[in-house]
């Protein structure tokens, strides 16, 4: 049973005194239930993370100290969401923070796909992520659930705000794995059956090139990176995957097939990531070059360019045949739980869908297209 499912509706409770007003339940998930709230007497608006409290001394109650504390080192990053207080009534703990009220940026993506052929934006929205993301890691914290569900966004999205610390640690090496698994490095992904630690920088840089990928095309390229995904295993034996299957710029495929390299040694630092950001003349494709490819990149940019278009959350590349949904377990370890361990276990699925045809395409090229969609949310603020 989820920690959601164990919390009664607390819509229009007041906490802190009388003075926040929970108005309404605007998200839920394995780690507990987000209301709206307002100020009794400034009338400011808040998220509100409501969790059930736990015993001192329990793994629970250092999960949740751990997550508070992380969070509130980085607060004061202007893109990082704020944390304003802990509350602790009764059988609870409320954190109280920053509302976001336009979403996530899996939302921006998936309903408006703003970024297609937007240059500039993608330049100031992504720059602003790496710097939430060097913020932690300049105080040895690091996120390891990042993606696009974890940023939440203004009403133009042109601001973003890193979130959720549940998973982070302050470890620059680990041997446990966690995250979500279409954003998992593969060394993060092989930890356990390797027996070998990873560098936990390092791999939330790999997370940053999926979230960025998302971004650029609508598209997560794969399900988990492990050789038993047909297109990771296409994408370590061609290292020319991305140019053959997204409508990519040629300077943007040299850059994330650095930041996506399996050796994670190789991966560019936050700041060169930056500054190769900065630089960039385009991300895209233009028009002519896209009619010059592959039915791959031309279905892969139709799709998205009509997702702005028309706000479409999702086109399959054969209308007639649904997705079909599979569960995703987002992973954490379940040793110790100190401070500075990894998060404790939870169970708030994600969810992916299965690969799709298209029908008058070869079998080959089946093998080679990115046709895995975006999870969809799990209902985080």
């Not at 954190?95 to 937007?118: H, T, Y």
């Not at 602003?128 to 966004?153: F, G, S, T």
């Not at 040629?250 to 630089?279: F, H, Q, T, W, Y």
Request: charged fraction near 20%.
């Amino acid at each position: 049973m989820g920690i959601s499912s164990r919390i009664p509706d607390l819509t229009n409770s007041t906490i802190d005194n009388g003075s926040l007003l929970l108005t309404k339940r605007i998200g839920s998930g394995g780690f507990g239930v987000v209301y709206h709230a307002i100020h009794s007497t400034t009338t400011t608006e808040y998220a509100v993370k409501c969790q059930l409290r736990h015993e001192a001394g329990t793994r629970e109650a250092r999960y949740q100290a751990r997550e508070t504390t992380f969070h509130r080192l980085v607060s004061s990053h202007p893109n990082i969401v704020t944390i304003h207080r802990v509350i602790v009534e009764d059988a609870y703990v409320f954190i109280v923070m920053d509302l976001c009220p336009s979403g996530n940026l899996l939302e921006i993506i998936a309903k408006r796909g703003i970024f297609w052929q937007n240059n500039k934006l993608v330049k100031q929205v992504f720059t602003q992520i790496i710097d939430a993301v060097q913020a932690c890691h300049d105080k040895h914290i690091y996120h390891r659930d990042l993606k696009p569900e974890n940023i939440l966004c203004s009403v133009d999205a042109s601001k973003v705000y890193l979130t959720d610390f549940g998973l982070a640690s302050s470890r620059s090496e680990s041997d446990h794995r966690a995250g979500t698994a279409p954003y998992e490095s593969p060394e993060c992904r092989n930890a356990k059956s390797t027996g070998r630690s990873f560098n936990t920088s390092a791999s939330d840089v790999w997370s940053l090139g999926l979230v960025l990928l998302n971004m650029l095309t609508g598209r997560s390229p794969w399900a988990v990176a492990e050789p038993s995904d047909i297109n990771f295993t296409a994408y370590l034996d061609d290292p020319h995957f991305f140019a053959h299957t997204l409508p990519l710029s040629r300077e943007m495929d040299g850059l994330i097939r650095r930041v996506l390299s399996a050796n994670p040694c190789c991966r560019p630092s936050l700041a060169e990531v930056r500054e190769e950001i900065r630089k960039m003349k385009t991300f895209f494709l233009t028009d002519k070059q896209i009619a010059k490819s592959n039915g791959v990149v031309q279905a892969v940019a139709h799709c998205y360019s009509k997702q702005k278009r028309m706000g479409l959350y999702r086109e399959p590349f054969t209308p007639n045949a649904p997705p079909v949904p599979s569960n995703v377990a987002i992973r954490c370890p379940s040793d110790d739980f100190d401070i500075d361990d990894p998060a404790m276990p939870n169970h708030h699925p994600t969810t992916i869908y299965a690969v799709e045809k298209l029908s008058s395409r070869s079998r080959t090229l089946l093998r080679r297209i990115p046709n895995i969609p975006l999870p969809p949310s799990t209902s985080k603020p």
